[in-house]
């Protein structure tokens, strides 16, 4: 069993950062990939980033590629998500989730945290 929770999120303007982390509980989180979704308002949730166990790989979704930064330590059993250049459209409860087959399908995940509130105003 893995548990996670989220934190972080925020109200900034636009441009400005915000880190998400999110820790997790439970023997296997070094060997899981790990990604963070997000969904807005009347919309389906969405792939954000996602990182594998070992850290060699990272995945991004087109939208945030070169503004987020995902990243992982073992050690702290947390992964973290750096946004910067942070735009209106960012603003979305923010999910951390664990064990994912392919990184980008949430279906494929196993486990989910209660997700974080990121409001970037314009």
């Known amino acids: 069993q893995v548990q996670l929770v989220e934190s972080g999120g925020g109200l900034v303007q636009a441009g400005g950062t915000l880190r998400l982390s999110c820790a997790a509980s439970g023997r296997t989180f070094s060997s899981s990939t790990m990604g963070w979704f997000r969904q807005a308002p009347g919309k389906e949730r969405e792939f954000v980033a996602a990182?594998?166990?070992?850290?060699?790989?990272?995945y991004y979704a087109d939208s945030v590629k070169g503004r987020f930064t995902i990243s992982r330590d073992n050690a702290k059993n947390t992964v973290y998500l750096q946004m910067n250049s942070l735009k209106p459209e960012d603003t979305a409860v923010y999910y951390c989730?664990?064990?994912?087959?392919?990184?980008?399908?949430?279906?494929?995940?196993?486990?989910w945290g209660q997700g974080t509130q990121v409001t970037v105003s314009s």
């Open positions: 989730a664990a064990g994912g087959l392919r990184p980008g399908y949430a279906r494929d995940y196993n486990y």
């Open positions: 990182i594998s166990g070992s850290s060699i790989r990272t």
